[in-house]
């Protein structure tokens, strides 16, 4: 399909996926859809936590996800109901979240160690 200024777009092949920068868009939602489905539920732990922080980390560690993605895109390309690119954004997308993830909620677990040891709302009661 022909863009605004005439010229068309070279898809690759049957991939889904239109050129690189659309494979790394998916993996990007992917991870955002990661973070807001396996991550936010850690609000629930938060009266059990020291801080915030804390309850971002736990987000983060829960919503890393590398073998569900590998079992669901096997799956879908068995049964042909995904395809390659899509299937290798997937994983990209769980991949990276196996390194980003844990790293990010290690960081946050170090300066909420380094930080006070009450939570900013409870500090200020006497």
Do not use: C, W
């Not at 936590?49 to 560690?61: I, S």
């Not at 569900?68 to 769980?94: E, F, H, K, M, S």
């Amino acid at each position: 399909m022909p863009d605004a200024h005439g010229h068309g777009q070279q898809p690759l092949g049957d991939t889904g996926v239109d050129a690189f920068g659309g494979a790394a868009a998916v993996a990007f939602q992917v991870q955002l859809a990661l973070l807001v489905v396996r991550g936010l539920p850690a609000v629930v732990y938060r009266p059990a936590l020291a801080n915030v922080r804390e309850v971002a980390a736990v987000g983060l560690l829960q919503a890393t996800s590398l073998p569900y993605n590998v079992a669901a895109t096997t799956i879908g390309l068995q049964l042909d109901a995904i395809r390659p690119a899509n299937a290798a954004a997937l994983v990209a997308a769980g991949l990276f979240s196996v390194i980003i993830f844990p790293t990010i909620s290690l960081q946050l677990l170090r300066s909420s160690a380094k930080g006070p040891s009450t939570a900013p709302e409870q500090a200020f009661v006497h």
